[in-house]
């Protein structure tokens, strides 16, 4: 088999695509036989082969050990059937005796790999057995590996610690002790081996790239040892001790001339500088780690043998962490970012210690003045972007990466983190120097603005300001409308853009600050305001980034600036939306739109234009950055769709609601395109015409009638519009009160979605049909294309989810499903979806309220649905749900059906059925909440006490008092439910009258709204303050004068009380209305008696007589409602 996989393998690489297929087949139908693994591996280890051939071998090992070697032949799926690789896609059982021999010869196969490449994806493989069989069916990894070290042979050494590595990988993130008990006896056996080795290559003083592989492999093997524990061989004194010295060592070593940046053929990523990224990683784990007492518990020992007094970290550590600044700022030599950043981190934590802070403090002036001001400066490569690609210098700025960036990602951006840690925890010592040194930088440059040098300091200065915004807050001492006034706002006017954008986001820090005047407040808002219009992109942009930080926390003044040029704001963001995707600038758009909601109105249509066209150019325009800004222009897709559905939003809450219906009006041709776009290529964009699912034909004609027979191409994921655009659905429906056409044709795409995607979108899609249903019911009737009805569609839709729930319900008590043999298997939910009852709970809620609303709705167009609507929601109440609120929605389906046609509704229930109904009615009539739930089952009651007693079963003749209580229960909660709302309507009015009366006090409501929310810088400025020299940080904690009384620390864990008629009541002030919320029920009750039949006048007497003999305050409110009723009908 060798020699024919030889010659497979080499015509994987044939350029010619017929030998290449071939050669893939061959290998896809070989797979599956027993001992093709270890052929491959037998291919690798010949030394005849080329080196090419071995690699498609190690890949194809690789590829076929990680997707099948726990697989048995029992297995029905399995999470990697998508993966691809030479063509196989079928899955294979290994045969155990194959894995014996891997096992016992995949080691020695590694060592005669002969690259790295070959052998990375090797240690794919024993990675994989690591996992999976040790130690219950591998120990001898670990001899094989010792072995291999204990050779002469450095590509055998090299082998045996990437084994090792692998092994070690297992372990290190486990952190229980059980976990890691086989791991303690591995580290007790090699570790010291390894140490060995390692003290050999450092005695040595070695320089070769080989050396620095073996280098980086011992310190891998360290840090993970230690990475969430701490093997006690690890944890031995003088272990401990060596492990640092040779880490320092290495990070302090001098690097070969050849690995220098510069130097053809260097790459400081990889070699040495690996090496010593390594090094300084164990160093800086440590210290977070193992270093500070009130976090070491389990190990206080090795915490003291750490940071104690003549620890490592004394000796060793921080002398070696401020040694590597010296050699990159003082001598010039190259240190990479990754181990500045972490050299940082090892600063910042032992400033905590009182002991070690004596070390830092006298370095304090270098730092600031040769390390963190300057590495805050413009690079000279990002200023050349500047002028060259501003569009692209935008991006990387602005990208979702570089904003959340985290630590050791960025020096700049961890200088500024450090600068703000060191002059906060060690205030007295390092920010008055700060401010004297930003103080020296800002004078000068006041003298000579048009030095360019000048002006890229100032930038330092600035951005040195902005980090530390928080602290200079909170200092009174600090002048800090003197700063702002003699050095930020003159640098808006710089002729340098990279000034201006400094000082921009420099201020927007500072905008809480209290200014003396509404001038120096104008003053500065003006400012901010002017250059969102500058002629430099990435000052606008920075400018319009900054202006949501302004209407965050400006002040009333501030906030008049820009409502006074609120049209040129508003259309610059939209051009520079236009120009690149930058969701920052347009979450700024939506913040304007939410404080200035009366000044934006009048722009809605041209507004929602713009960002549509937007949206579609990002979504249909294949961008040349793509891969780089895929994620940014997603996410700024993603806010053009919040900012147009926050625009209708703000027109539906408005007061002129005739202005707000002609505009949602007018926005449906603007919208139609985006909306169409979002769920045709977002839920039906896979399908095709050969489908063999009726659902999915449907959605696939549906998508081709919208998009006249050719679907578009898109770039962006249309899912993530999904929520927002069903939102935007609703508020046009329910506002416009009617439903465009292009609507209705989406029904079956929401099925198919729902069907495709399981529950993630299907409760917003319930509800989104509800209303369009209860807005246009002869639309909903109305056939679609090819004369499909939404009716069948919306019943299996619903049925299918109903039953999904109830099934759920049963499984949850051990009993067996609800097999009904009518279920339609055309519509299915994908049970793996659902992995909380709670979703499936909501979704058959809402798909239940989808009936109720049908039934209340097509009044005399549901005949033939009734029966099979009553038959499948009175199954669905036998189910043992755990939730009322459920129950009650299935039960008010019924209802609905009742008060549809009371005749057909009795007869699909039956007397049996009936009798049951009404008792669970009965039982959960509390569970009736809202208005339309309670003034739905006052309806269904009272058509059945409209049928004669000749007409109706004995259940419901024996019922009709107790459906008489329940009606007059029912009306008194239900009046006391319309007073709450009314009052808080009303109090809701007053508010927004006051607040359009008093500019003042809806400035004061929303900035109240946005402090609520008010965690953006939240994170940098927590921690002790000002801790002395001789103190370490944590002491503080204990400080009498710091520490929270026990009544502040029982209020910080207080539960808020919930009142939960609040929540009924708020539950009906936000729900969309009911069909029958309109009707009145003393009238309803009143007219169905007067035009009852006579028999069923005189049973309902008999029985209100029957009530008055034991509840007689149920008699007197059924008769003021006939009363009322009466006169309310007059």
């Not at 395109?673 to 034909?697: C, H, K, R, Y």
């Not at 609507?743 to 079956?748: A, I, K, N, Q, R």
């Not at 729930?805 to 049963?810: S, T």
């Not at 609507?869 to 009650?888: G, H, K």
């Given at each position: ?577 236009r120009e690149v995707a930058i969701d920052e600038v347009l979450s700024t758009l939506q913040a304007v739109i939410k404080r200035f909601p009366d000044s934006v109105l009048p722009l809605a249509v041209d507004i929602c234009e713009n960002i549509s066209q937007t949206y579609l150019r990002y979504a249909l325009e294949k961008n040349a950055l793509e891969e780089e800004e895929g994620c940014e222009t ?287 009615c009965l039982e959960y009539l509390e569970s009736h909440l809202v208005v339309s739930e309670k003034l739905i089952c006052i309806l269904a009651f009272v058509r059945l006490l409209t049928i004669p007693p000749s007409a109706s079963p004995q259940q419901l003749n024996a019922e009709r008092p107790n459906l008489i209580i329940a009606i007059s229960e029912l009306a008194k909660n239900l009046h006391k ?154």
């Open positions: 088999m060798e020699d024919q996989l030889v010659f497979a393998l080499t015509h994987t690489l044939n350029p010619d695509k017929e030998k290449r297929k071939q050669a893939e087949e061959f290998l896809a139908k070989s797979s599956a036989k027993e001992q093709f693994i270890v052929a491959l591996l037998k291919v690798i280890a010949r030394s005849d082969v080329d080196n090419s051939v071995k690699l498609s071998a190690a890949v194809q090992a690789k590829n076929l050990i990680t997707l099948n070697w726990i697989r048995t032949g029992d297995e029905l799926r399995d999470k990697f059937d998508s993966k691809r690789y030479f063509g196989n896609t079928a899955k294979i059982v290994i045969p155990e005796s194959d894995k014996v021999l891997i096992r016992e010869n995949v080691v020695e196969v590694v060592a005669l790999a002969p690259d790295l490449k070959i052998r990375k994806n090797l240690a794919v493989c024993v990675k994989h057995l690591c996992l999976e069989d040790f130690p219950e069916r591998w120990t001898r990894v670990v001899q094989d590996a010792l072995n291999l070290l204990a050779t002469q042979d450095l590509g055998r050494v090299h082998a045996g610690l990437v084994v090792l590595n692998c092994l070690y990988k297992k372990y290190a993130f486990k952190s229980k002790p059980e976990q890691r008990e086989p791991f303690n006896e591995v580290v007790a056996r090699t570790l010291p081996v390894v140490q060995q080795l390692f003290e050999g290559l450092m005695s040595q003083n070695q320089t070769n790239p080989e050396a620095a592989m073996l280098i980086k492999l011992c310190c891998k093997i360290y840090l993970q040892a230690i990475m969430m524990g701490l093997p006690p061989t690890a944890a031995e004194p003088q272990r401990l001790q060596t492990w640092v010295k040779l880490s320092a060592t290495v990070l302090l070593k001098s690097v070969p001339e050849g690995e220098q940046p510069g130097t053809p053929g260097a790459d400081p990523k990889f070699g040495w500088w690996k090496a010593k990224r390594r090094a300084i990683e164990i160093l800086e784990r440590l210290i977070t780690k193992y270093g500070f007492p009130k976090y070491c518990n389990d190990w206080p020992d090795f915490c003291a043998l750490v940071t104690g007094p003549n620890g490592v970290a004394q000796q060793f550590i921080l002398p070696a962490a401020l040694q590597i600044f010296k050699m990159r700022f003082e001598m010039g030599q190259y240190v990479s970012d990754i181990v500045l950043c972490t050299s940082l981190v090892i600063i910042e934590h032992t400033m905590e210690f009182a002991s070690m802070f004596k070390t830092i403090k006298p370095e304090i002036p270098f730092f600031l003045q040769q390390v963190l001001l300057p590495t805050l400066c413009w690079k000279e490569e990002t200023l050349q972007e500047w002028e060259t690609d501003p569009q692209q210098l935008v991006f990387d700025l602005f990208s979702f990466e570089n904003v959340f960036a985290s630590r050791g990602e960025s020096f700049q951006r961890d200088a500024a983190y450090t600068l703000g840690s060191l002059c906060r925890l060690r205030k007295r010592y390092a920010l008055p120097r700060t401010l004297e040194i930003l103080s020296q930088v800002m004078s000068a440059y006041k003298q000579n603005p048009d030095n360019a040098q000048s002006a890229l300091k100032m930038c330092g200065a600035l951005r040195a300001l902005s980090s530390l915004s928080g602290l200079l807050m909170e200092d009174k001492t600090v002048p800090h409308e003197q700063l702002l006034s003699e050095y930020v706002l003159p640098a808006f006017s710089s002729r340098f853009g990279f000034l201006r954008f400094d000082a921009c986001d420099c201020m927007s820090k500072f905008v809480k600050v209290t200014l003396s005047s509404p001038q120096m407040e104008h003053a500065v808002a003006d400012a901010m305001t002017s250059l969102v219009l500058d002629k430099e992109l990435p000052v606008r942009v920075k400018a319009s980034c900054a202006l949501r930080k302004l209407l965050k926390n400006g002040t009333f003044a501030m906030h008049e600036v820009v409502r006074s040029k609120i049209e040129g704001i508003i259309r610059t963001l939209l051009a520079i939306t997603e996410m700024a897709a993603m806010d053009c769709m919040e900012s147009i559905d926050l625009i209708l939003s703000a027109l539906c809450s408005g007061n002129d609601k005739e202005r707000a219906v002609q505009v949602l009006s007018s926005l449906v041709r603007v919208l139609g395109p985006l909306i169409n776009l979002v769920f045709v290529v977002g839920g039906t964009g896979g399908l095709n015409s050969n489908e063999t699912d009726p659902l999915a034909q449907m959605a696939f004609v549906c998508g081709q009638t919208l998009f006249n027979g050719e679907l578009p191409t898109v770039y962006i994921d249309m899912l993530e519009s999904f929520e927002t655009a069903l939102h935007m659905i609703h508020l046009i429906c329910f506002h416009t009160r009617s439903v465009p056409a292009q609507f209705w044709t989406l029904v079956p795409i929401f099925a198919y979605t729902i069907k495709a995607l399981g529950s993630e979108y299907s409760e917003q899609m319930f509800s989104v049909i509800e209303t369009m249903i209860q807005m246009d019911p002869q639309g909903f009737l109305r056939p679609g294309p090819n004369g499909i009805s939404n009716v069948d569609i919306v019943f299996q839709m619903v049925g299918a989810s109903i039953k999904e729930c109830c099934d759920a319900a049963y499984e949850a008590q051990g009993q067996e499903e609800n097999d009904d043999e009518n279920d339609d298997e055309d519509f299915g939910f994908d049970q793996d979806m659902y992995q909380d009852d709670t979703i499936l709970d909501k979704e058959a809620a809402n798909a239940a309220y989808m009936f109720s609303t049908t039934l209340q709705s097509c009044s005399g167009q549901m005949d033939k649905y009734v029966k099979p609507i009553v038959d499948m929601m009175f199954t669905a109440t036998d189910a043992p749900l755990e939730n009322p609120w459920v129950f009650t929605n299935f039960l008010n389906v019924i209802e609905s059906a009742i008060y549809y046609n009371p005749q057909l509704a009795v007869e699909a229930l039956g007397p049996e059925k009936l009798g049951v109904f009404i008792q669970r439910l319309r007073e709450v709302i009314a009052k808080e309507k009303a109090t809701l009015q007053e508010q927004a009258q006051k607040a359009a009366k008093d500019p003042m006090a809806a400035f004061k409501a929303a900035k109240a709204a946005d402090d609520e929310y008010d965690i953006e810088d939240m994170g940098d400025e927590n921690g002790p303050t000002d801790v002395p020299e001789e103190y370490n940080a944590w002491d503080l904690d204990n400080d009498p004068q710091t520490a929270l009384t026990e009544s502040e620390r029982m209020a910080m864990f207080a539960q808020e009380e919930v009142d939960e008629d609040e929540e009924d009541e708020a539950e009906d002030l936000e729900a969309t209305e009911s069909p029958v919320d309109n009707i009145d029920e003393y009238v309803f009750l009143y007219s169905s008696l007067a035009q009852a039949h006579p028999d069923s006048r005189t049973a309902f007497e008999t029985a209100l007589g029957q009530v008055g003999l034991e509840n007689s305050e149920a008699v007197t409110i059924i008769q003021q409602m006939l009363a009322e009723g009466q006169k309310r009908s007059g």
